[in-house]
């Protein structure tokens, strides 16, 4: 277990070191700009497969989170203007507030009710944004900007500075959600995903388990809000709306559900169809919808997944080719 988280870090450090190396090789805004938006999304579906790939509830309303995530950010800077990391636990504490009361709810629930009771929050949630026009802005969003005081000499209006915290953030919250699926909770609630029947029998507190992996979820969600927020300077209505949770399932199932890095391949894919569809097609959502669509009947599950698994499968055949071998060479000798 020491020698994993070990091995975690040091990757995790490694990643950070070459994401810091970029704005030194090139000086692309745009790439800049790209992983940025990868950090917020990244960190976003990656909570979300805490849910689908972990623990085997989907929900549709996951996109709750990520805007209560920028919306709490954004007003409590405004409101307040204290130091950043303490506006962002502050923002994190809310999000595990509300995913505990949601949850409390809809971890009771089974597949399709849990998946649309969430669904059903979520839009609650994007209508009281629209309607509590002076605090959230309304259907303008959060205007004015999101104010920027430095803290440890770090100045996050400097693009390359928000740049290298986004990466930091974004690091982690990986290395954090990765500890949480190999620590024996993370166990435990692949065991409850499996067969809760059993789970129960063996003395485990399903319904507990579901419910802190939510608020788990809810929390690393609401962080890749904030990311966002800082990199628009403010907080839209659309981030709780229907289709960015919509946006999150689409990431899990391209990068794919059992492996851990599955949501960051899958949020690189999405942003860089994206981009690229954007930029050649006028009807980009067809297009895009298209793409998504092959992935998806053509692989039948997430592009890491489909790696991981045909690694696998040739490492087996060559095992199994190696052992053939073997015994025939043992029958050679026996028969000589």
């Known amino acids: 277990m ?8 040091l990757f995790g450090l490694a990643a950070f070191l070459i994401l810091a190396a970029l704005p030194l090789v090139t000086t692309s805004s745009a790439l800049i700009d790209f992983v940025i938006r990868c950090a917020a999304l990244g960190l976003f579906a990656t909570s979300l497969n805490l849910l689908v790939g972990y623990g085997g509830m989907v929900s549709f309303g996951h996109g709750l989170f990520f805007g209560m995530g920028a919306y709490s950010f954004g007003i409590i800077m405004q409101r307040t203007g204290m130091p950043i990391p303490l506006a962002i636990l502050l923002t994190m504490a809310v ?36 309607a509590w026009t002076p605090v959230t802005g309304g259907d303008q969003g959060l205007r004015g900007g999101i104010p920027r005081p430095s803290f440890l000499g770090i100045n996050l209006a400097d693009q390359k500075q928000l740049y290298l915290f986004a990466a930091a953030l974004l690091v982690v919250g990986l290395l954090a959600m990765r500890h949480i699926v190999s620590s024996p909770f993370g166990y435990t609630l692949r065991m409850v995903r499996d067969n809760p029947t059993r789970a129960g029998f063996l003395g485990v507190d399903v319904y507990r ?11 690393f969600a609401s962080l890749g809000g904030v990311v966002m927020s800082l990199f628009v300077s403010g907080a839209y209505p659309e981030f709780a709306f229907w289709t960015m949770s919509g946006e999150a399932v689409f990431i899990v199932m391209l990068g794919g559900t059992a492996a851990f890095l599955g949501p960051m391949v899958g949020t690189v894919l999405l942003l860089l169809l994206n ?17 998504i669509l092959l992935f998806a009947l053509g692989l039948r599950k997430g592009l890491l997944d489909f790696a991981l698994d045909w690694r696998a499968a040739r490492r087996t055949r060559a095992q199994a080719g190696g052992d053939k071998a073997a015994g025939a060479d043992k029958m050679q000798g026996v028969a000589t």
């Not at 709810?105 to 944004?129: D, P």
């Open 209 to 219: 388990t579901r419910l802190t992996a939510f608020v788990l979820a809810g929390v």
């Open 95 to 130: 999000a595990a507030i509300v995913a505990l009361v949601v949850g409390a709810i809809c971890v009771r629930l089974k597949e399709i009710y849990f998946a649309f009771v969430t669904l059903a929050f979520q839009m609650l949630v994007h209508s009281m944004i629209i």
């Open 275 to 291: 981009d690229f569809v954007t930029r050649v097609a006028e009807h980009h959502g067809l297009v895009l919808g298209a793409v």
């Open 2 to 9: 020491k020698s994993q988280a070990l091995r975690d870090g």
